[in-house]
């Protein structure tokens, strides 16, 4: 069975930095593409970066966030630079089991889902 859980979540000042990880089992990270998304509580979900499969190509919708894949830990990361209160919210990371190579910002291009981690950023 396909499962996502990620972790690194917690309590971080304004202005750090925070890396937070998304550890697959039943799947391969490098086969499938993953997205992390946030959301807090009354919004919708909001997407931050994904990377795909083909040359893990990225996307991003904010320089801050940095996505990155390690093949051999089944792991893939997002850190985030310069972390602001407005960062509060849970995070998510995302998959779709499906041969798309390409990977997509929209929470709606995802089909598995991780629990989420609880991110808050104050001083």
């Known amino acids: 069975q396909a499962r996502l859980v990620e972790s690194g979540g917690g309590l971080v000042q304004p202005g750090r930095s925070l890396k937070l990880s998304c550890t697959a089992s039943?799947?391969?990270?490098?086969?499938?593409?993953i997205g992390w998304f946030r959301q807090v509580p009354g919004k919708e979900r909001e997407a931050l970066t994904c990377?795909?499969?083909?040359?893990s190509g990225t996307k991003t919708t904010d320089s801050r966030y940095i996505i990155s894949r390690d093949i051999s830990k089944n792991t893939v990361y997002l850190q985030m630079d310069s972390v602001k209160p407005e960062d509060t919210a849970i995070y998510y990371c995302?998959?779709?089991?499906?041969?798309?190579?390409?990977?997509?910002?929209?929470?709606?291009?995802?089909?598995?889902w991780g629990q989420g981690t609880q991110v808050t950023v104050w001083s």
């Open positions: 039943g799947l391969s990270v490098g086969r499938y593409y």
């Open positions: 995302a998959t779709r089991l499906a041969d798309y190579r390409e990977c997509v910002l929209r929470a709606n291009g995802y089909d598995t």
């Open positions: 990377i795909s499969t083909s040359r």
